[in-house]
């Protein structure tokens, strides 16, 4: 594994990802008047979060919509830092950086289209799904072989978790 991304992904703890998307495949699906909206998110992808858990790197979400499906996804995989609401999504990864005193060279953050513009620009590894906005694609280290909500997380769990060193030993957990 070679080049600067790969570089950039051996000294990411954090990931940062983007959920509408990203997380799923930017469909919503509205019920009714009295029912949520739902999302569908991908089991590959919550398997990849938590292989990079089981190796010591955090995952947080940060989304511009507000939405009980994420959290309650975002506690199915035992993510504690979900930051709904905000459009101002460069912001909102600089206060988390603050807030947890780290640097922004240690973070990797997946956004899809224009409002992730200024979270992947402060992240030390910017990502994107491969049918992000071109724009988007344009601007980032590391497109994922794969859209949203079809697998990009998980793509970008094992990108970062072979530059670690450690993905081969998690997948042998498993066989």
């Not at 794969?146 to 060193?165: M, S």
Request: glycine share 10%; with cysteine; charged share 25%.
């Amino acid at each position: 594994m070679t080049g600067r991304a790969a570089q950039k992904a051996e000294s990411v703890a954090l990931v940062v990802l983007d959920v509408d998307g990203v997380m799923t495949d930017g469909t919503l699906v509205y019920r009714g008047a009295t029912e949520p909206e739902s999302k569908a998110f991908n089991i590959k992808d919550g398997l990849g979060i938590k292989l990079l858990q089981r190796a010591d790197i955090e995952v947080a979400i940060i989304t511009g919509r507000s939405s009980e499906a994420v959290e309650r996804r975002a506690t199915e995989l035992g993510i504690s830092t979900v930051i709904q609401g905000r459009e101002d999504k460069g912001t909102a990864l600089a206060e988390l950086l603050e807030l947890r005193k780290q640097s922004a060279a240690s973070v990797a953050y997946m956004g899809d289209d224009l409002p992730d513009l200024g979270a992947l620009r402060l992240a030390g590894l910017a990502t994107c799904p491969n049918d992000a906005v071109d724009l988007i694609k344009e601007s980032v280290d590391w497109v994922a072989p794969l859209p949203g909500g079809h697998g990009a997380v998980r793509a970008l769990c094992d990108f970062i978790l072979q530059a670690h060193g450690v993905l081969a030993n998690l997948q042998s957990d498993f066989q």
